[in-house]
């Protein structure tokens, strides 16, 4: 079992940056593959960016490539995404979650869920 507790959400302008960050409780966070993911109202849930257990690997939904970064640090059980250059089609909640199966790119196989923090950008 993981609980993920995922925040750095907020309100910002067009242009800007946001770092979020996900926190996981318990002791095998070394062995879960890390993604994160978003929902904009009335639309299904949209691949980020997902990464190794070590990190040293990732891949990023097309939308994002180039402006949003995976990153991890197993020593603080911690996942962050780098979001730059946000754009008004950013604004979404934000999950990050896990799974064992490998780097994922869809909600399918992920098997816990951040409770998601909401981001606004503003022009």
């Known amino acids: 079992q993981v609980q993920l507790i995922d925040s750095g959400g907020g309100l910002v302008q067009a242009g800007g940056s946001l770092r979020h960050s996900c926190v996981a409780a318990?002791?095998?966070?070394?062995?879960?593959?890390m993604g994160w993911f978003r929902q904009a109202p009335g639309k299904e849930r949209e691949f980020l960016a997902a990464?190794?257990?070590?990190?040293?690997?990732?891949a990023y939904g097309d939308s994002v490539k180039g402006r949003f970064t995976i990153s991890r640090d197993n020593a603080k059980n911690t996942v962050y995404l780098q979001t730059n250059s946000l754009k008004p089609e950013d604004t979404a909640v934000y999950y990050c979650?896990?799974?064992?199966?490998?780097?994922?790119?869809?909600?399918?196989?992920?098997?816990?869920w951040g409770q998601g923090t909401q981001v606004t950008v503003s022009l």
């Open positions: 979650a896990a799974t064992r199966q490998g780097v994922l790119t869809s909600t399918r196989g992920y098997e816990f």
């Open positions: 318990g002791r095998t966070f070394s062995t879960y593959y």
């Open positions: 990464t190794t257990t070590t990190g040293f690997s990732a």
